[in-house]
């Protein structure tokens, strides 16, 4: 009898804690969600439709929205109606796989594009129902400490100043970091961009496993400075309340989205849903404290509320747009270069940048040709992605990359293409190194040593 109890209480807590599917409600209806944000978002909004809808129990999978696109893709997640995320180059990968259906926007008085990026879908296969600012969270007592400005664009952060400052996850682990990445990559073209991002690996602490981490690293110290997105930093709650936010000069603003899976075995209901966070009622719960987001609908703001986004007049991508389709089909490529050059070779790459700057700085201070041209090559060949514009230009080579499980094998032709990527980071990481000592021999002969903070010897 006892044990009949328990199992009666488990039950019912199981029931008010995630929804109950069956008993009230006739048909047994439901909505599974998967989404990458917490509980302190989404429950509020699971509640408030079950006000709404006491017959639709609403179901949520908690997963990382890169772990989330690769479950999808592979067909895990047949009972899934809906993908609610942040990173929409997420998105734009599920669309040209075929695996979300068509919606049709609602009103809500969004304007078509946010600081050069369309808050819906151009094709209605997923929409922008909020807006994520991509900026850098800073820790104002540990930068004061080190006598450190706060960085005030994106370039700052390859500042010498900045080397050992600085925290971020791999993007092929977030989707904020992936969407950040590709950013550069779009705005700057892709030599440059990646020369900007060798520099920034240069001056990394460390390579957080999740995007909390950044912000968690940042209040505990571990390093001053993060690449994050508004609404990790912006709540202040718990050891994140000394943090900082600051949105770069070339502002990124992306919508935040929610799309239904092709595979939806509930498209009424998960449709239900999407009308209820695109609704009047559901833009103003984003407004509120517990939440802390930008909505879409400018109505969603007080008289006296400017939308920070309809104010921003220097967006990253209003003179270039954003390409989510070539996003998507160099998804894997990003992230995989990423990885093999900076998050797996931190400690290496962040030694040869520091030698570069040291020596760099010197020369300044004792100027000589062949110095000069040596510190140029290592210069070069850190900064020239393993990947060439033009290579990346070649139909097919690069857009059927996927993300392998560990422990399964890799497709032949792909393991091919990364046994490429790794030798060209192996052979230009040597070549700087080898650049770099006879750069030190030759300035050694000049007065300079490695040991002397100041690079010149007095």
């Given at each position: 009898m006892g044990r009949c109890t328990v199992k009666i209480r488990l039950i019912l807590l199981a029931a008010l804690t995630f929804g109950w599917p069956g008993i009230g409600m006739a048909e047994g209806r439901r909505v599974q969600i998967i989404t990458s944000f917490p509980p302190s978002f989404f429950e509020p909004f699971r509640s408030a439709f079950r006000n709404r809808h006491p017959d639709i129990a609403v179901e949520v999978v908690q997963r990382k929205t890169t772990a989330a696109v690769v479950d999808i893709r592979a067909q895990k997640r047949p009972e899934a109606d809906l993908f609610?995320?942040?990173?929409?180059?997420?998105?734009?990968?599920?669309?040209?796989?075929?695996?979300?259906?068509?919606?049709?926007?609602?009103?809500?008085?969004?304007?078509?594009?946010?600081?050069?990026?369309?808050?819906?879908?151009?094709?209605?296969?997923?929409?922008?129902?909020?807006?994520?600012?991509?900026?850098?969270?800073?820790?104002?007592?540990?930068?004061?400490?080190r006598g450190l400005p706060v960085p005030r664009n994106w370039a700052d952060l390859a500042a010498p100043v900045y080397a050992g400052h600085i925290g971020l996850t791999s993007p092929a682990r977030s989707g904020t970091t992936h969407l950040m990445v590709e950013a550069l990559l779009q705005s700057l073209g892709w030599e440059r961009g990646w020369a900007l991002w060798s520099a920034i690996g240069g001056n990394l602490a460390t390579i957080t496993a999740r995007s909390f981490g950044v912000t968690a690293g940042v209040a505990r110290g571990r390093f001053g400075i993060g690449i994050s997105i508004d609404f990790l930093t912006e709540a202040r709650t718990g050891e994140g309340e000394g943090n900082r936010f600051v949105l770069p000069g070339e502002t990124l603003f992306a919508p935040a989205s929610i799309a239904r899976l092709a595979t939806s075995p509930n498209p009424k209901e998960a449709e239900l849903f999407i009308d209820f966070v695109l609704s009047p009622a559901g833009q103003k719960m984003l407004r509120e404290p517990r939440i802390g987001r930008l909505a879409v609908s400018p109505s969603a703001y007080g008289s006296d509320e400017t939308p920070p986004y309809l104010s921003e007049t220097e967006g990253i991508f209003n003179r270039t747009g954003f390409d989510a389709g070539l996003s998507a089909g160099r998804y894997e490529l990003v992230n995989l270069i990423f990885d093999e050059w900076i998050t797996f070779r931190r400690a290496e790459h962040a030694r040869l940048w520091r030698n570069l700057q040291a020596m760099e700085a010197a020369l300044l201070g004792r100027p000589d040709e062949l110095a000069a041209r040596l510190l140029t090559q290592a210069r070069a060949a850190l900064t020239q992605p393993p990947v060439s514009a033009a290579e990346l230009g070649e139909p097919g080579r690069f857009q059927n990359l996927v993300r392998v499980p560990r422990g399964l094998p890799v497709p032949e032709e792909q393991a091919r293409i990364e046994a490429d990527i790794r030798n060209a980071i192996i052979t230009r990481a040597a070549e700087a190194s080898d650049n770099l000592q006879q750069a030190a021999e030759r300035l050694a002969a000049l007065g300079w040593r490695e040991d002397n903070p100041n690079g010149v010897r007095p």
């Open positions: 609610w995320a942040s990173a929409p180059d997420a998105f734009e990968l599920l669309k040209r796989a075929n695996l979300l259906a068509p919606l049709q926007p609602r009103k809500t008085g969004a304007p078509e594009t946010i600081a050069g990026y369309p808050v819906n879908d151009p094709d209605h296969r997923y929409l922008g129902f909020a807006v994520s600012g991509y900026g850098l969270v800073y820790n104002p007592s540990y930068l004061a400490a």
